[in-house]
C-alpha cells in the first residue's frame, strides 16, 4: 500500500503543472473541433472521427474523448484541465500496473530466490523511473496523445492479467488496446515471451516442457483480437496512413525511416536530452522543448 502512495504522490506532483497545458498541433481538430466528441449516442459516431487526425481509425481513443466531454461540455479550451487529469488519472493506473507486472515478475517460481526479497522495493523504484522519465512527457500532456498512454494501460493490463490467470480479463483489454492505437500489435507476443521466460522453470531447458504447459485459450484468444486490428487498418482511415501507400510512402520505406526513429528514442530512455515536441522544427527556428 505505500507503494501505491508513493507512486501516486510523485506521479501527481511531476505532472501537477500540466493542467495549465493549452491545445497544441493535432489538439484541434482531434478534439477542439472534432464534433463526433459532443455527443455519446449513437455510440458508434462517438467511436468515429474525422478524416485526417490523430484519433481517426482508434474508437477507444475517440470515446474516451467523448467521455471527458460529457464530463465537462462546454468549449474544450475552456475545460481542458478536465483532459489533463483523465490523462495524468490513464498514466498513473498504467504505473500502478507496470509495478503489479514487476513485483509478480520478480516473485515468480523462476525469480523469486534470487529477487523475491526485495521484489517490493525494486518494483517501486522501476515503476517510479518509468511514471516520471521525462520521455513520458509527452503522452501525458500533450492531450490527443492520451492514444499512447491509454494504449499502454491497455498493453499493461493484458501482461497483468495473463500473469494472474485472468484470462477473460488479458483477452478483454488486448482486444480494447487494438482498437486504442496500432502498438498493440506485439502484446500477444510479449504475454507469450512471459510464460516462455518466467511461468514454467523448465522452459529454456526443456522447450518441449514449455510447449506442454502452454495456455491455449489464453493465447489463441490474444492472437484472435489481431483481427480488430486488421480490421481497423484495412477498413478504415489506417489504410491511407504512412507505411500503407500514403503519398507514395510505402511499408517498407516507412520501415527503413523508423529504424532510425527507435534507435533515437531508445539514446533518449538512457539519455533523455534534448526532448523537443515539433521535431520538424529542429532545424529551423523554432524549437519546444518538453523536458
Not at 474544450?76 to 509478480?104: C, K, M, Q
Request: with cysteine; glycine share 6%; net charge positive.
Amino acid at each position: 500500500m505505500r507503494s501505491f502512495f508513493l507512486i501516486t504522490a510523485i506521479t501527481c506532483a511531476a505532472y501537477a503543472s500540466s493542467f495549465g497545458g493549452v491545445l497544441v498541433f493535432d489538439d484541434g481538430p482531434a478534439i477542439a473541433d472534432n464534433p463526433n466528441i459532443r455527443s455519446l449516442w449513437p455510440i458508434s459516431h462517438a467511436m468515429s472521427a474525422p478524416p485526417d487526425t490523430t484519433v481517426s481509425g482508434r474508437p477507444i481513443v475517440s470515446l474516451s474523448l467523448a467521455l471527458n466531454y460529457a464530463l465537462a461540455p462546454g468549449d474544450v479550451a475552456e475545460h481542458l484541465w478536465a483532459y489533463h487529469a483523465v490523462n495524468l488519472a490513464l498514466h498513473l493506473l498504467a504505473a500502478l500496473t507496470l509495478f503489479g507486472i514487476v513485483h509478480r515478475t520478480l516473485t515468480s517460481v523462476t525469480m523469486r530466490d534470487r529477487w523475491g526479497a526485495n521484489a517490493t522495493p525494486l518494483a517501486t523504484v522501476i515503476a517510479l523511473v518509468w511514471a516520471v522519465h521525462p520521455l513520458q512527457t509527452r503522452s501525458v500532456t500533450y492531450v490527443v496523445q492520451r492514444a499512447e498512454s491509454l494504449m499502454g494501460l491497455f498493453y499493461l493490463l493484458t501482461l497483468y492479467c495473463a500473469i494472474r490467470g485472468w484470462t477473460v480479463a488479458a483477452i478483454t483489454a488486448c482486444a480494447v488496446g487494438m482498437a486504442t492505437k496500432e502498438s498493440m500489435i506485439t502484446a500477444p507476443l510479449i504475454v507469450l515471451v512471459w510464460d516462455f521466460l518466467f511461468r514454467n522453470p523448465q522452459s529454456i531447458r526443456n522447450p518441449q516442457s514449455s510447449i506442454r504447459n502452454v495456455r491455449a485459450p489464453l493465447h489463441v484468444g490474444l492472437l484472435l483480437t489481431w483481427t480488430i486490428l486488421a480490421a481497423l487498418i484495412v477498413d478504415g482511415y489506417r489504410a491511407h496512413s504512412v507505411g500503407f501507400g500514403l503519398r507514395g510512402w510505402t511499408w517498407w520505406s516507412y520501415l527503413i525511416t523508423q529504424a532510425g526513429v527507435v534507435t533515437h528514442y531508445l539514446r533518449l530512455a538512457f539519455v533523455p536530452r534534448p526532448l523537443v515536441l515539433d521535431y520538424r522544427s529542429c532545424n529551423g527556428v523554432s524549437l519546444r522543448r518538453i523536458g
